[in-house]
């Protein structure tokens, strides 16, 4: 069992950052690929970006791509994702989800967590 708690969503500007963290409980963390998704208002659940057990390989939907980057320590059982130039349409509630395997399929991550809001204002 992972549980995982999300962390520094908020309110900002267009062409802000913000940084948020997941952390994991339990002592298996290094055992799972991570991952970011959102759902904004009336809207699906969509992929953000990926990063595997090690670290060493990300993947990022097309509409974040050089702008959000996902990293994780696992030392500290902690998945980030960083978010740079943020506009309105990334507006939503950013969840993290653990799984056995990358990958951009939402049915793919076991464990979610609770999620945390973001929202950018104009």
């Known amino acids: 069992q992972v549980q995982l708690v999300e962390s520094g969503g908020g309110l900002v500007q267009a062409g802000g950052s913000l940084r948020l963290s997941c952390a994991a409980s339990g002592r298996t963390f290094s055992s799972y690929a991570m991952a970011w998704f959102r759902q904004a208002p009336g809207k699906e659940r969509e992929f953000v970006t990926s990063i595997d057990r090690s670290g060493s390989s990300t993947y990022y939907a097309n509409s974040v791509k050089g702008r959000f980057t996902i990293s994780r320590d696992n030392a500290k059982n902690t998945v980030y994702l960083r978010m740079n130039s943020l506009n309105l349409e990334d507006t939503a509630v950013y969840y993290c989800?653990?799984?056995?395997?990358?990958?951009?399929?939402?049915?793919?991550?076991?464990?979610w967590g609770q999620g945390t809001q973001v929202t950018v204002s104009s």
């Open positions: 989800a653990a799984g056995p395997f990358s990958g951009t399929i939402a049915g793919h991550y076991v464990y």
